[in-house]
């Protein structure tokens, strides 16, 4: 592709006419290669080869422009995406809310019940919502390694609906459970921290259930998340676990400068 991209623009610029150098709008590359000589396209990509050859370093400088250049294009993309949907990213009524319901500085985390990541990630969120109580969590239910995680997620978002408070101990316990994650699992975590058993196996097969889980899936495609734990504070989305003193960090941005945030 670089290569094609190089040799264009040599033999385009080396059979260039005063005519078609005032021309605003290039031809075509096809087009360009099909008008230029023969003969001579044979010396010009001789010649660029040679270079190449010669400067094979050029290649992998050009990548990293193309590389960098494609994930500013992504990061962009995704920056208008948090800010046109950032009403259900942050505030959505219907999304369990962590730490200071108030808070100045969302953390919104995209999770999974059965991925260690988030089970490691849960601990660290709950002592930044102690350590610092001017921040809240919002926590959007993303099962995406498999049936069990389904199975969990439609529980947490039926416990919610139900009984929101319950949710964070119902979350909690979930994430220290032992055993394998189940429908089963999830359900008596659920009973256990209060919720009734009759009104939650009702619910868990919701339309409002199976709506709200999709939401969560268009938002995390929408903003690039596409595994768990994701997690988007401020302009910042991560893609993964970090450390404490990270989330400090991307925190204390957030409250700096943030331009997709409601101020």
């Not at 919104?108 to 109580?133: K, T």
């Not at 995680?149 to 439609?154: D, I, L, M, P, Q």
């Not at 394998?180 to 097969?205: F, H, K, P, W």
Request: include cysteine; proline fraction near 5%.
């Amino acid at each position: 592709m670089i290569r094609i991209a190089i040799l264009a623009a040599a033999a385009a610029f080396a059979t260039m006419t005063p005519v078609m150098a005032q021309q605003s709008r290039p031809l075509p590359e096809s087009e360009a290669l099909r008008s230029v000589d023969p003969a001579q396209r044979r010396i010009t990509e001789e010649i660029v080869r040679d270079y190449i050859l010669r400067n094979p370093e050029i290649v992998l400088e050009a990548i990293r422009i193309l590389q960098a250049r494609e994930q500013a294009a992504v990061g962009e993309r995704a920056l208008h995406a948090v800010a046109a949907n950032n009403t259900e990213l942050r505030h959505d009524p219907t999304t369990p809310v962590g730490g200071n319901r108030d808070g100045d500085v969302t953390i919104v985390e995209f999770f999974d019940y059965a991925c260690p990541y988030c089970r490691n990630a849960h601990p660290i969120l709950a002592q930044l919502a102690q350590d610092d109580p001017n921040v809240r969590i919002v926590y959007k239910e993303f099962p995406v390694l498999g049936e069990a995680s389904v199975a969990a997620a439609r529980v947490g978002v039926a416990v919610h609906l139900l009984a929101p408070a319950r949710y964070e101990a119902f979350h909690a316990a979930m994430f220290q459970a032992r055993g394998r994650l189940s429908a089963e699992l999830a359900v008596q975590t659920a009973v256990e921290v209060g919720v009734d058993r009759v009104r939650l196996l009702d619910a868990i097969n919701s339309e409002e259930v199976s709506a709200l889980i999709a939401k969560n899936v268009r938002l995390a495609e929408a903003i690039g998340v596409n595994g768990t734990p994701g997690f988007l504070i401020g302009d910042t989305i991560v893609p993964g676990l970090i450390q404490t003193d990270q989330f400090k960090q991307l925190i204390a941005q957030a409250r700096d400068t943030c331009t997709t945030c409601e101020r």
